[in-house]
């Protein structure tokens, strides 16, 4: 287990989160281990956690918008229908040099620069997931009037939940958030399907339940922790003529994996497109 680096302890905020839900949750808990003091979070959460009413005995102010005044970050984590009525708002929160967040699906920085006073900073950011465990990885974008201070704010902020990226272009977060946004679902079909296949070849179905589980959370770790990339590691359990590559011809042949997954991840694209 890596200790994380403690890279907000120095931000003096206020952090505004908005929303505290599951994503938003996630963050809070890798903010407070990556250094930053209770007291200078305000969270705004009509129902408020476990984890959210402990952190407010060590001081976090609960929703307590006074507080927020001049916030040096406010990161919206509410669903993006409710954005309409939960951002204009905030407006009244932004200072200055506030860097405002938002992980909104499909809420683009025109929705946020219309609903937020003229001139704020905005980061648009799409996570996934695996955040619940610090193991995400989240695409940003800014807006021009983000500063090289307020995007490094932004990485901290979601470093705290796995890794992050940069991107230039904000068209390209519909085909972001059919790949990385949306792909956990596609990995836990896999799982599901090896499942049923197992079960078609003649295995008990909770021995191939726990196969196909192990299997592919195996694999995955096998893949972060390896410095070779996905194409290697297969490559390198793949004997000539042997089990594997009798598989492997199935899924690589003509409608195989490679065609399904890009036809998946086009739709999954064009829906994003559609909602934004
Ligand atoms: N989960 C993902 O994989 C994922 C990936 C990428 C992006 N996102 C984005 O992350 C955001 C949060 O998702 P989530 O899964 O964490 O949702 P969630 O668990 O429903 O959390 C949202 C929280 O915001 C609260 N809320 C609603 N209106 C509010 C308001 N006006 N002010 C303050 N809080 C308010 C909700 O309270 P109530 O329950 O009382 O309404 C809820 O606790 C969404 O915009 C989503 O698009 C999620």
């Given at each position: 287990m890596t200790v994380p680096q403690?890279?907000?302890?120095?931000?003096s905020g206020p952090l505004l989160l908005v929303g505290a839900g599951k994503m938003g949750g996630a963050m809070l808990d890798g903010w407070i281990a990556r250094?930053?003091?209770?007291?200078r979070v305000v969270v705004i959460e009509p129902q408020p956690g476990k984890a959210v009413k402990a952190l407010a005995r060590r001081g976090l102010k609960l929703n307590?918008?006074?507080?927020?005044?001049?916030?040096g970050a406010i990161v919206i984590a509410v669903k993006p229908q409710s954005a309409p009525e939960?951002?204009?708002?905030l407006g009244a929160y932004v200072g200055k040099n506030t860097l405002v967040l938002s992980i909104m699906a499909g809420r683009t920085i025109g929705f946020l620069e219309n609903a937020l006073p003229r001139g704020t900073a905005i980061v648009r950011a799409i996570p996934n997931t695996p955040a619940a465990i610090g193991r995400g990885i989240s695409v940003m974008v800014a807006n021009a009037k983000s500063s090289a201070r307020h995007r490094k704010l932004a990485s901290d902020l979601l470093a705290a939940i796995g890794k992050v990226e940069w991107i230039?272009?904000?068209?390209l977060m519909d085909a972001v958030t059919a790949l990385s946004g949306s792909g956990p679902a596609y990995i836990f079909l896999l799982a599901e399907a090896m499942t049923k296949a197992g079960i078609a070849a003649g295995l008990p179905a909770a021995l191939a339940a726990r196969l196909s589980r192990e299997t592919v959370s195996g694999a995955g770790e096998l893949l972060h922790r390896s410095d070779l990339d996905a194409a290697t590691l297969r490559q390198n359990v793949t004997s000539p003529g042997g089990t594997t590559a009798a598989a492997l011809e199935v899924l690589m042949g003509p409608g195989g994996f490679n065609a399904l997954l890009t036809k998946a991840i086009a739709a999954a694209t064009r829906r994003s497109r559609e909602l934004g």
């Open positions: 403690k890279t907000l302890r120095k931000f250094g930053l003091a209770p007291k307590s918008k006074s507080e927020a005044a001049a916030a939960a951002v204009p708002p230039s272009e904000e068209g």
